[in-house]
């Protein structure tokens, strides 16, 4: 596995982690619909929370929710969109994200922004 898809799969690994400790329950990690995929998708007592986590190493290249541009974004909403149907999900839904960065000396940064509108 390259070392960028390691580092992305040890974020999601924090932001599981994370989710479970405020009381989210997880039902699909990497969900796949045809080439596009979803992080995470978690439970709520009334909610449907679709996750995308980035994961970088520093802030040299900014913020890391910056990478979620506008192709990401219609990617997303194509795969949310499937989900909501496949599943016939008939909850309040909303998209979140989660952004790790790590710190050579300390713990990794967690930084959890909910309900992002998407274009």
Request: glycine share 4%; aromatic share 10%.
């Given at each position: 596995?390259?070392?960028?898809?390691?580092?992305g799969?040890?974020?999601?690994?924090?932001?599981?982690?994370?989710?479970?400790?405020?009381?989210?329950?997880?039902?699909?990690?990497?969900?796949?619909?045809?080439?596009r995929?979803?992080?995470?998708?978690?439970?709520?007592?009334?909610?449907?929370?679709?996750?995308?986590?980035?994961?970088?190493?520093?802030?040299?290249?900014?913020?890391?929710?910056?990478?979620?541009n506008?192709?990401?974004?219609?990617?997303?909403?194509?795969?949310?969109?499937?989900?909501?149907?496949?599943?016939?999900?008939?909850?309040?839904?909303?998209?979140?994200?989660?952004?790790?960065?790590?710190?050579?000396?300390?713990?990794p940064?967690?930084?959890?922004?909910?309900?992002?509108?998407?274009?």
């Amino acid at each position: 596995m390259a070392a960028h898809n390691e580092l992305g799969r040890w974020g999601e690994d924090l932001a599981i982690d994370y989710l479970e400790r405020k009381g989210y329950m997880i039902l699909e990690r990497d969900w796949k619909s045809g080439h596009r995929d979803i992080d995470i998708i978690a439970r709520t007592a009334d909610s449907i929370v679709f996750v995308e986590v980035k994961t970088r190493r520093n802030r040299d290249f900014g913020e890391p929710y910056e990478a979620i541009n506008y192709s990401k974004q219609r990617n997303l909403i194509a795969a949310i969109n499937h989900y909501i149907r496949y599943k016939r999900i008939d909850l309040n839904v909303r998209f979140d994200i989660i952004s790790v960065v790590l710190h050579n000396t300390t713990e990794p940064e967690i930084q959890h922004i909910e309900d992002v509108r998407l274009i």
